[in-house]
């Protein structure tokens, strides 16, 4: 599946650019395609290196926490993230 916009929400961003902002996504979309190369690419305007994602997946249910890696403006890349326990 791809990205949809209204699963995602701002939890805290900065606003002069010097420290990582932190967003959320939900989906019921499993970690792995989440964390998949290109799956934020849409917010390739929105998301800096350092910026925290944390992704609740509705249909397992399951959380995650992901780090973006690298955005050369059109190509996000993030972390495998790291599995937050849900129960």
Request: glycine share 10%; proline share 2%.
């Amino acid at each position: 599946m791809a990205f949809t916009q209204a699963g995602f929400a701002t939890i805290a961003a900065s606003k002069k650019g010097n420290a990582p902002s932190m967003y959320s996504y939900i989906s019921a979309e499993a970690k792995a395609t989440v964390t998949g190369a290109g799956y934020f690419n849409s917010l390739a305007d929105t998301l800096a290196v350092g910026d925290l994602l944390y992704h609740y997946d509705t249909n397992t249910p399951t959380a995650t926490l992901s780090i973006v890696l690298s955005n050369n403006g059109t190509v996000v890349d993030v972390t495998a993230g790291t599995a937050i326990g849900v129960t």
